[in-house]
């Protein structure tokens, strides 16, 4: 790697190895995320996730490779990764019966910015993340969202370069991620570089620049959403007919679809989405075919996982 090159990286890997025992975690994990970009890990539960986000922060060390995360080596150098790092986990960590500001305040005391100090940048995020109206109430009455918000706005007590979020969506209602998702957005739009590991396409594909797929500790496949979508096939559309019994007309309509009977569909690969719902919508019309339904299907997360990695996400234990 060029010094050019590893200028504009925020984090780089190269044949990391972890092991447990004879369980390797990380079996030669070689990734490089770029400065002020959002980057997406995702793997089935035990594809070395969490391994490898906990080795990036210095609360693991790799047994053999060479990792690098704002210009420092975790290894030698695993004081100053830590000034110029955050890290959101799985689980919040916060005090319950604190509020807000006051859990804030003592994550502003841990990384010894002194009281005063402390409480001024506990008011500045409050305001940054659309807690200030709450700042003054216990964090037990907080909603999943306005926790989790909270526990990421404690993440970047130190304004830092690189945040690692490690699954922060997992067990929150659909607002609560939309929440979540534009506090993400805010920081990368101010320059923080994000690593994040998730199980969900759908976050992904949101938020990401780049998404590594990791499955047995090492990155299977990379690209954008689309690229790995396109990996598992072509979208679909797919149609539901008002009437059960023009089922096979409607068949003979489009281009080499299979039918459910059951469920009066049909479906057909495309390549242009706008283009097959067009045709669709053409042939359906001009039989006088009224459909109940009609989407374009992409690839699900579960798709994309039995396709690159062989089985489910479900499936394996924790990372």
Excluded: C
């Excluded at 955050?86 to 807000?100: I, M, R, S, V, W």
């Excluded at 992904?204 to 990791?214: E, G």
Aim: net charge negative; proline share 4%.
């Amino acid at each position: 790697m060029t010094s050019k090159e590893s200028v504009a990286l925020a984090i780089s890997l190269e044949g990391v190895h972890k092991r447990y025992g004879d369980k390797h975690a990380l079996a030669g994990l070689d990734l490089e995320v770029a400065r002020g970009t959002v980057h997406a890990v995702l793997g089935p539960n035990g594809a070395g996730k969490t391994t490898a986000v906990r080795i990036m922060s210095t609360l693991l060390r790799p047994d053999e490779g060479v990792v690098r995360v704002a210009g420092h080596d975790v290894r030698t150098d695993a004081a100053a990764v830590r000034s110029r790092i955050g890290l959101l986990g799985q689980h919040a960590a916060l005090d319950e019966e604190l509020d807000g500001r006051q859990n804030l305040e003592m994550f502003g005391r841990l990384y010894h910015l002194g009281g005063r100090r402390a409480g001024v940048r506990a008011d500045e995020l409050l305001e940054r993340f659309g807690l200030s109206d709450t700042g003054r109430k216990p964090v037990k009455k907080y909603s999943g969202g306005m926790r989790r918000r909270l526990d990421l706005a404690a993440s970047l007590i130190t304004d830092p370069e690189v945040l690692f979020l490690d699954e922060p969506t997992t067990g929150l209602d659909p607002r609560g991620r939309a929440e979540v998702w534009s506090a993400v957005r805010s920081l990368v739009g101010g320059g923080t570089t994000v690593l994040l590991t998730t199980q969900y396409l759908e976050e992904a594909d949101q938020l990401a620049d780049r998404i590594a797929l990791i499955d047995a500790g090492r990155v299977a496949r990379e690209g954008t959403a689309d690229e790995l979508k396109a990996m598992v096939g072509a979208d679909r559309i797919v149609v539901v007919l008002r009437d059960p019994a023009r089922l096979a007309e409607a068949a003979a309509l489009l281009p080499n679809p299979s039918v459910d009977p059951d469920t009066s569909t049909l479906g057909f690969p495309v390549e242009d989405r706008m283009a097959g719902l067009a045709l669709t919508l053409r042939a359906l019309e001009g039989a006088g075919i009224e459909a109940e339904d009609l989407a374009v299907r992409r690839p699900t997360l579960d798709e994309v996982f039995l396709h690159l990695t062989g089985r489910s996400d479900r499936e394996g234990v924790a990372a």
